[in-house]
């Protein structure tokens, strides 16, 4: 069966970076749209990127500029870079994939397959 294994959260300073993976499981990634939501505390899941199959990718306006979503289909892999980290960024980050093209309006709704998440805190 798909599964998805996040790593490379944790703490930071404002400023910094990290790079989050993503090893996808059971299926080849090339085929699925992947994506990275988060969810900060007290608040809803959000959108951060995504990056469809053939090679499209949206940002939320929140992070453009800073973070970037990149593949490498040989390892299965989706990655995360985030530079520029504010306190703000702090959150639970899931990596999803989903079976068909992806669009803005679709939201999670459009991904079938999620992570457990990892934990992102920058500090102030």
């Known amino acids: 069966q798909v599964q998805l294994v996040e790593s490379g959260g944790g703490l930071v300073q404002a400023g910094g970076s990290l790079r989050l993976s993503c090893a996808l499981s059971?299926?080849?990634?090339?085929?699925?749209?992947m994506g990275w939501f988060r969810q900060a505390p007290g608040k809803e899941r959000e959108f951060v990127t995504t990056m469809n199959y053939y090679g499209n990718s949206y940002y939320a306006d929140s992070v453009k500029g800073r973070f970037s979503i990149s593949r490498d289909n040989a390892k299965n892999t989706v990655y995360l870079q985030m530079n520029s980290l504010k306190p703000e960024d702090t959150a639970v980050y899931y990596c999803s994939a989903g079976l068909g093209t992806w669009y803005p309006e679709m939201g999670s709704d459009g991904m079938d397959y999620w992570g457990k998440g990892t934990l992102v805190t920058v500090s102030s």
């Open positions: 059971g299926r080849t990634l090339s085929n699925f749209a």
